[in-house]
């Protein structure tokens, strides 16, 4: 279509006007080129040729597809074929930029107009086309700047040589919500500050301007609702060739989400590195989150030993809720927080409702509006679960990008704060107990004191120090080895741990010594109770395949009689427990000798008693109970003697309670309830008629069921039944609240044998239990009878007494009658039975069969002859 150029310049040739217009293409500083109408190129001038670096030779005549890129070349002709056959001009007469390959390759942009000659039939068409390649780049690079500056999320700001604002992008709209018209000119200092602003940095920021490198800063900044936003700033000065200002450019990013990140960590690491108890760092956890993510519900359990859930801090959830996890156990479908424990792995529960994590504990969150619910573990060092932290929602919802970092941060942290107490319990453990046996070690065991000894001098009370020593320990060592003899020494700790009452204090004082103190604690009952520890001591131990005997030497020093503070206490122990391995080892000593003296004379009536029990040196003698009204006998009380070889009589006051503290309580009740029943069947067979037996027993006694076999079988041994027997017990015993005292008392009077209790008005009982013990007999302590004939006070309570036990159904029994006015009082005032030396003393059985056939006698010579 393009006029051929050959015959196009022919025809010029013609004219030297069109000659002249020729050389003016020829020469024009746009690309010209020809197309005849079969597209041929015709025409191509000197700066077609720079343009496309082909010579005029190489292009003339061939199709001008030669010159446009690679992939339009194949449907090029038909454009402008299109353009021929249909006539409509879209590209003609317009100017257009348009892409151009180069013979190399190498592609650039043209402005290209397009004129379209009509010759005949035919239609040829010349291009004028310029490079602008520069321009189309430069125009690109405005446009990406723009994207830059508008598009992006940060704020930029540009302002003048005067720090004046000339552009904002939509970024700094979004950030503070000005728009560019209304800041423009202003400040940007003076437009964003704030109350909490950093003046000192702000400062620095403007001055940055002023200076030629950039700078970042971070800045709490305001936007046009008050509202702070943490910003990033990063500030860059562009510098005339003068060497002033000319712009600044300033970038601000959100970082809020991360400074508030930031802080959180801060604020919880200074709470972790103050050692704050981890309860009180979850609390400040849950608030904290509770603030920066304000539609979230934070809390932290911690999950126990035996795997249950134990609530640590939820601050926002009410008590009612945490009161009903406390103690739940994980497990797979608890919940949130217990399948999240139970799995390892976190647990996100979108809708409570639904979920069949919370089949079973919906109903208690969904009426607090809890609708979702996300929990992560949170593990300690070896990977262990100790604790969850969970998000509660009140919306149906899944944690946000933010949410997600939260909880990254928190439960990291709260891993470490709990791993912080961890090692700060161990560290305490090391420094406050021995390894070996875990007992206080000597340091914490002279805290322990110095706190014991201040208390005790408070209270004016004593307080016993025992220093206890291994036997001949070094010989174990050295025969079985230091592994055995550690394990030895972990035995005797173990024993004397559950020796110890509650508030002894025990510790290791060091190699095979250690240290009990005893709170309130006298001479006496601390002789006691070391005889007690020494027994269980030589208990053999067993360790791998040796049995080792061992034994302890003991020395006592007592506060405030041996010493004042712990160094002297110590001291004077140490000396004691000296003279104990001089002694033989395997006992003790006191400090005072006459504490040794007096421990000395016990334990030589505790071994004396122990021969006399088992030699039966100890009798029984039986003092008589008769009845007011018609002097017949009612009863006889048996109670022990015991005729020592050499020291004469013993008293009961004295044997009896040195019986129960050396654990010979037992078999010298057992032996006193087989000697009475055996004497009254002996005299069953004698016919002498006594009506029943009275037996003394200790409240130890009624503390084991296995007394009601003991009874049933000793009456059975004597052919004897319930009604010939009497339990005389002490208040103490009655009151005592042990269930298994009690169940003893009932199953014995369901045997049908009469309980009486002793002394009464001795003890604690008011008037007022008297009807709900289950007693059939009250004897009235001797101390009132005594006391009635010169003291007013006596006779009333004893008529009191009397009265109220009549009024009960118990039978009144009077023990210490000694005089003919004691005797009248208590009959006219109701009481049935009298005991006393009135009547007789205690008598040997051989007397008591005297007395009674002598009572026999008389009452037959009183009462007239039947004949
Ligand atoms: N296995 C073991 N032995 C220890 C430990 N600490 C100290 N010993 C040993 O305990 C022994 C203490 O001996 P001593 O109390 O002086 O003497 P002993 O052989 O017990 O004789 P006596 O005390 O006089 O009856 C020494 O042999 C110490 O080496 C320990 O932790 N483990």
Request: net charge neutral.
């Amino acid at each position: 279509m393009f006029t051929p150029l050959v015959k196009l310049a022919g025809k010029l040739r013609r004219g030297a006007l069109a000659s002249a217009e020729l050389q003016a293409l020829a020469q024009a500083i746009d690309a010209v080129v020809s197309i005849d109408s079969r597209n041929r190129i015709t025409f191509f001038n000197a700066a077609a040729e720079k343009l496309w670096g082909y010579r005029r030779d190489e292009v003339l005549g061939r199709n001008v597809s030669l010159l446009v890129p690679s992939d339009i070349r194949p449907v090029h002709d038909s454009l402008i074929n299109r353009n021929r056959d249909t006539g409509v001009d879209r590209i003609v007469g317009t100017r257009r930029e348009i892409r151009i390959e180069r013979k190399d390759g190498s592609t650039f942009w043209g402005s290209m107009s397009l004129s379209k000659v009509r010759l005949g039939k035919k239609i040829t068409y010349t291009a004028f086309i310029r490079d602008v390649s520069a321009d189309v780049q430069l125009r690109e690079e405005r446009h990406l700047l723009s994207l830059v500056a508008h598009e992006t999320d940060n704020a930029v700001i540009i302002c003048d040589g005067n720090m004046q604002i000339q552009f904002v992008n939509r970024g700094f709209t979004t950030l503070f919500g000005y728009q560019l018209e209304e800041v423009r000119g202003k400040r940007p200092a003076h437009l964003l500050a704030g109350p909490e602003t950093d003046r000192e940095t702000l400062e620095r920021v403007s001055q940055a301007a002023l200076r030629p490198e950039s700078i970042y800063e971070e800045l709490l900044l305001y936007g046009k609702q008050g509202d702070a936003t943490w910003v990033s700033t990063v500030v860059n000065p562009t510098i005339g060739k003068d060497g002033r200002l000319q712009h600044s450019i300033s970038v601000l990013t959100n970082i809020s989400e991360t400074k508030q990140l930031q802080l959180l960590q801060d604020s919880i690491l200074e709470a972790v590195a103050c050692g704050l108890p981890v309860s009180e760092v979850a609390e400040r956890i849950c608030l904290q989150v509770e603030r920066i993510a304000p539609d979230v519900i934070a809390s932290v359990v911690r999950i126990d030993k035996e795997g249950c859930i134990r609530p640590l801090a939820a601050p926002s959830l009410p008590d009612s809720y945490i009161q009903l996890l406390d103690g739940l156990p994980i497990g797979p479908n608890v919940g949130s927080c217990g399948t999240a424990a139970f799995r390892g792995t976190p647990v996100i529960v979108s809708q409570i409702d639904t979920d069949p994590l919370w089949a079973d504990y919906k109903h208690l969150a969904l009426p607090l509006g809890l609708q979702a619910c996300w929990s992560i573990p949170i593990k300690a060092r070896d990977g262990r679960v100790v604790g969850t932290f969970a998000l509660y929602y009140r919306k149906q919802a899944r944690p946000s990008q933010f949410q997600h970092r939260i909880i990254d941060a928190c439960v990291y942290l709260y891993a470490l704060a709990l791993e912080r107490e961890e090692a700060n319990a161990r560290i305490l453990t090391l420094a406050l107990y021995d390894e070996l046996t875990g007992l206080p070690n000597r340091w914490f065991l002279r805290e322990k004191l110095d706190q014991a000894i201040a208390r005790t001098r408070e209270r004016g009370s004593q307080m016993a120090f025992l220093f206890l020593d291994l036997d001949r320990f070094k010989h174990i060592n050295d025969s079985l080895g230091h592994p055995i003899g550690d394990r030895l020494l972990q035995v005797v700790a173990q024993r004397l741990k559950q020796h110890a009452q509650q508030d002894w204090i025990l510790g290791r004082f060091g190699g095979d010594e250690f240290v009990l103190v005893l709170p309130d604690c006298g001479a006496e009952r601390a002789g006691s109770e070391v005889e007690r520890l020494l027994a269980c001591m030589v208990e053999p131990v067993r360790i791998d395949d040796h049995t080792i005997t061992t034994s302890v030497s003991i020395g006592i020093s007592l506060f405030p009689h041996d010493g004042d503070d712990i160094d002297t206490l110590f001291k004077h122990a140490d000396m004691a427990m000296y003279q104990a391995k001089s002694a033989g080892r395997g006992t003790f000593r006191f400090f005072s000798h006459d504490l040794n003296r007096r421990a000395q004379d016990r334990l030589t009536l505790e071994t004396a008693l122990r021969v006399a029990i088992s030699t039966r040196q100890l009798t029984l003698h039986y003092q008589p109970q008769v009845r007011l009204g018609d002097g017949s006998l009612y009863g006889v009380e048996a109670l022990a003697r015991w005729q020592h070889p050499a020291h004469g009589t013993i008293s009961p006051a004295q044997f009896v309670p040195l019986a129960e503290e050396c654990g010979l309580g037992d078999a010298l009740g057992e032996w006193a309830l087989d000697e009475a029943c055996s004497q009254l069947s002996h005299w069953r067979r004698l016919r002498l008629p006594v009506p029943s037996v009275s037996v003394n027993l200790s409240p130890r006694h009624f503390r084991s069921i296995k007394l009601v076999e003991l009874v049933s079988d000793t009456l059975r041994r004597h052919g004897l039944s319930a009604c010939d027997l009497r339990l005389e017990l002490t208040e103490g015993a009655m009151l005592d609240t042990r269930s298994e005292t009690r169940a003893t008392l009932a199953a014995i009077r369901a045997l049908g044998i009469q309980l009486a209790m002793d002394d009464f008005g001795t003890g604690y009982s008011s008037l007022s239990q008297l009807g709900q013990l289950a007693i059939d007999e009250l004897k009235i302590d001797r101390g009132f009878i005594h006391q009635l004939e010169e003291s007013a006070r006596a006779r009333t309570l004893a008529s009191g007494v009397i009265r109220i036990g009549t009024g009960l159904n118990l039978t009144l029994v009077a023990e210490g009658v000694e005089t003919e006015y004691q005797r009248r009082f208590l009959e006219e005032h109701g009481c049935q039975i009298v005991q006393g030396y009135l009547l007789a003393r205690p008598l040997p059985p051989e007397q008591l069969e005297a007395w009674i056939s002598e009572r026999e006698a008389l009452t037959a010579a009183r009462q007239p002859s039947a004949a």
